[in-house]
């Protein structure tokens, strides 16, 4: 059973940064699609990021295109979510996922995190 770990999730002021981290185990890391959403109170979990088994696509939500950045390191079974430019808005709980033999998809994602808590102050 694959299993996902995040952290990094933390406060920070509006404007900063953050990296959030992804260790996956349990399973061949490269057979995976990964993803990043986010579920803030009293709404729906939204796509964030993902990115395909190689690494070579990724595509964004256009509320964070060109602020955040997914990446993995196939290696290290972790993938990461770079946060910048972070705005209250962004608040949230951050979960990563993965999607067997899956592309750079929004959907269809089989193994989910616990989250991580992101809170940004204006």
């Known amino acids: 059973q694959l299993q996902l770990v995040e952290s990094g999730g933390g406060l920070v002021q509006a404007g900063g940064s953050l990296r959030l981290s992804c260790a996956v185990s349990g399973g061949t890391f490269s057979l995976y699609a990964m993803g990043w959403f986010r579920q803030a109170p009293g709404k729906e979990r939204e796509f964030v990021a993902t990115i395909t088994r190689s690494g070579g696509n990724k595509d964004y939500a256009d509320s964070v295109e060109g602020r955040f950045t997914i990446s993995r390191d196939n290696a290290k079974n972790t993938v990461y979510l770079q946060m910048n430019s972070l705005k209250p808005e962004d608040t949230a709980v951050y979960y990563c996922?993965?999607?067997?033999?899956?592309?750079?998809?929004?959907?269809?994602?089989?193994?989910w995190g616990q989250g991580t808590q992101v809170t940004v102050s204006s």
């Open positions: 996922a993965a999607r067997f033999l899956g592309n750079y998809d929004r959907f269809g994602y089989n193994y």
